[in-house]
């Protein structure tokens, strides 16, 4: 029988999973061996569509042709829409749903829905997996964020019908990554999920009994993620560069610098960052004690999100079984740290955080398959 393969459609980075041998297993791009397919897209003036690593490039060249994201629009209207979004778009709700006007540069223009562009990126995942399975590949079993309401998840199955993909089953995320865990096999387990990806944090609370799981409550921040850390290490190399003028390329240079440094600070206590700037090259040095001082406040808000979903569930950080982390900035030491403190208890972090919801979608769309 033909493989039903697990997606992870992600606001940043989507991923395409499938069972082998009993284990789920990511397929990379063939092409880069990368896990990850930045959900990126980009209009070309041909007409045509670049999708993933070269089109999230070209966004930093073209922003009026290109749409990163697209997951924020996915079923919802134009008042979901605030000012940063206009800045960067043109929106189009002439019928009644909302719609991205994408320009190509040389004055050619297409309007698509957002299941429209997310189809695109299912389509590419579809093609990367075929390429991998080398067979063809028509059903998925997609996931979606535990707080996507009917629309949004209407709108997500359209985007698969759109790809060529029958979409057997929705699976909210925090529940993917619970079954990547295996914890599904418990009898019995109050979970949570805490979820930091590059721009947005969720934080779920699952209850699991007899295989199945319920989603007690969700929180989270849409505008918190990697992308606030790094923002916090790039003040940090301005601070020690001194001076307040900054060309928009130098900027660029800091903040490409400054989420390399990020990373290196999960692995090491001090980083050393080489800055080209337009001045001359200058190297510094950043201490992950800095890095923490700068961004104690952005862990603090996660957790005051963890709280609050706590108490809409009715349970206290005692009564938590099991934690598990996703998303890549899960991977900061400092937040580690403060999960495992909040909750009492050591997070599983064993499994890649940014594949284990991709992961857990291909053990349901093993489940499924029988
Ligand atoms: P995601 O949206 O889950 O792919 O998360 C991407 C975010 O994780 C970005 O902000 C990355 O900079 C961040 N990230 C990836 N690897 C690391 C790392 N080793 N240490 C800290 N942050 C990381």
């Not at 092409?31 to 993933?52: K, N, Y």
């Not at 996931?143 to 790809?163: C, E, H, I, K, W």
């Amino acid at each position: 029988m033909a493989r039903i393969v697990g997606i992870d459609l992600g606001t940043t980075n989507s991923l395409v999973a499938v069972m082998h041998d009993d284990r789920p297993k990511i397929l990379p791009d063939p092409h880069s061996g990368s896990p990850l397919l930045p959900s990126a897209v980009s209009l070309l003036p041909d007409g045509t569509f670049l999708v993933g690593e070269s089109a999230r490039r070209r966004a930093a060249l073209h922003p009026h042709a290109s749409i990163l994201s697209v997951k924020r629009f996915m079923g919802v209207g134009l008042e979901h829409v605030d000012e940063q979004d206009r800045r960067e778009h043109a929106f189009d709700q002439a019928a009644g749903a909302l719609r991205v006007v994408l320009q190509d540069g040389s004055g050619g223009t297409q309007t698509l829905s957002p299941p429209e562009v997310s189809s695109l990126i299912l389509r590419e995942l579809k093609r990367r997996a075929e390429t991998a399975l080398g067979e063809e590949v028509t059903r998925a079993v997609i996931t979606v964020p535990a707080y996507f309401n009917d629309s949004q998840r209407q709108a997500t199955r359209d985007a698969g019908r759109l790809a060529g993909l029958d979409v057997l089953r929705l699976v909210n995320e925090p529940t993917a990554a619970a079954l990547a865990y295996g914890l599904d096999k418990q009898e019995e387990a109050l979970v949570a999920v805490f979820d930091l990806g590059g721009g947005t944090f969720d934080v779920s609370i699952l209850q699991l009994r007899e295989g199945l799981s319920e989603v007690l409550s969700t929180g989270g921040d849409t505008r918190l993620g990697g992308d606030d850390f790094d923002r916090r290490l790039t003040a940090l190399l301005q601070e020690q560069l001194g001076g307040d003028q900054w060309s928009a390329e130098d900027l660029a240079i800091l903040r490409d610098a400054a989420e390399r440094a990020k990373r290196e600070l999960s692995a090491v206590e001090v980083a050393t960052v080489e800055l080209p700037l337009s001045g001359g090259t200058r190297i510094l040095q950043v201490t992950r004690d800095a890095f923490d001082a700068a961004s104690a406040d952005l862990v603090e808000r996660t957790l005051a999100r963890c709280r609050q979903a706590l108490k809409d569930a009715g349970r206290q950080a005692r009564d938590v079984d099991h934690v598990i982390l996703v998303g890549g900035a899960t991977r900061i030491p400092a937040v580690r740290r403060a999960v495992e403190g909040f909750f009492g208890k050591a997070p599983y972090a064993d499994i890649d955080p940014d594949a284990v919801v991709a992961l857990g979608a291909a053990v349901q769309a093993g489940i499924l398959s029988g």
